[in-house]
T-cell receptor, first 116, second 115 residues
Framework: AQKITQTQPGMFVQEKEAVTLDCTYD???????LFWYKQPSSGEMIFLIY??????QNATEGRYSLNFQKARKSANLVISASQLGDSAMYFC?????????????FGTGTKLQVIP | ETGVTQTPRHLVMGMTNKKSLKCEQH?????MYWYKQSAKKPLELMFV???????ENNSVPSRFSPECPNSSHLFLHLHTLQPEDSALYLC??????????????FGNGTRLTVT
């Protein structure tokens, strides 16, 4: 079974509107972390936001927020007030367990296109 | 200067060539990673080094050989590759001490084409 599932291969959003990118995960580890990364066409993976499995509140970073629903095992990314520069691939990822390094599993990504 | 630097950005090589990818991180991190990104597939973890020691080899073929001479530098030596090895190879680093929330910091990647 896939550990990270992103069911939306592509999404469109009007500039200045909000958009939600879906992510569900599968783990039996009680300690895990969830990340979202942005990959523009230039190729670099840019860290956006992090949610720990024990965090009580949803994570927020500027225009990014993570809608964490632990019982549903979902960690959707919400981008508010979309900008043209938000057009990119977005990857959800999960780190399991506590180790001296991170074994991080990525989803297949969602391509977001912001329409002027 | 970016935190994680990869060279070269693009590489075209024949199946009989030997080449190396280089990664350098300027963030003082203690863990470094190689990931492979192929079209329409999730990023695949290849190797992990923690404090210069290889801690993960994700069933990668021996034609890929990593080297980590110190905690700031990571190499991926390539020899007798196959066309299906064509992909974007991403290096990443992180500061890990067993706590949550330390994100991976990625380089821009090397776009490898095997002919």
């Amino acid at each position: 079974a896939q550990k990270i599932t992103q069911t939306q291969p592509g999404m469109f959003v009007q500039e200045k509107e909000a958009v939600t990118l879906d992510c569900t995960y599968d783990t039996s580890d009680p300690s895990y972390g969830l990340f979202w990364y942005k990959q523009p066409s230039s190729g670099e993976m840019i860290f956006l936001i992090y949610q720990g499995s024990y965090d009580q509140q949803n994570a927020t970073e500027g225009r990014y927020s993570l809608n964490f629903q632990k019982a549903r095992k979902s960690a959707n990314l919400v981008i508010s007030a979309s900008q043209l520069g938000d057009s990119a691939m977005y990857f959800c990822a999960m780190r399991e367990g506590r180790r001296g390094y991170q074994k991080v599993t990525f989803g297949t990504g969602t391509k977001l296109q912001v329409i002027p | 200067e970016t935190g994680v630097t990869q060279t070269p950005r693009h590489l075209v090589m024949g199946m009989t060539n030997k080449k190396s990818l280089k990664c350098e991180q300027h963030l003082g991190h203690n863990a470094m990673y190689w990931y492979k990104q192929s079209a329409k597939k999730p990023l695949e973890l290849m190797f992990v080094y923690n404090f210069k020691e290889q801690t993960e080899n994700n069933s990668v073929p021996s034609r890929f050989s990593p080297e980590c001479p110190n905690s700031s530098h990571l190499f991926l030596h390539l020899h007798t590759l196959q066309p299906e090895d064509s992909a974007l190879y991403l290096c990443a680093s992180s500061q890990d001490s067993g706590t949550d929330g330390s994100p991976l910091h990625f380089g821009n990647g090397t776009r490898l084409t095997v002919t």
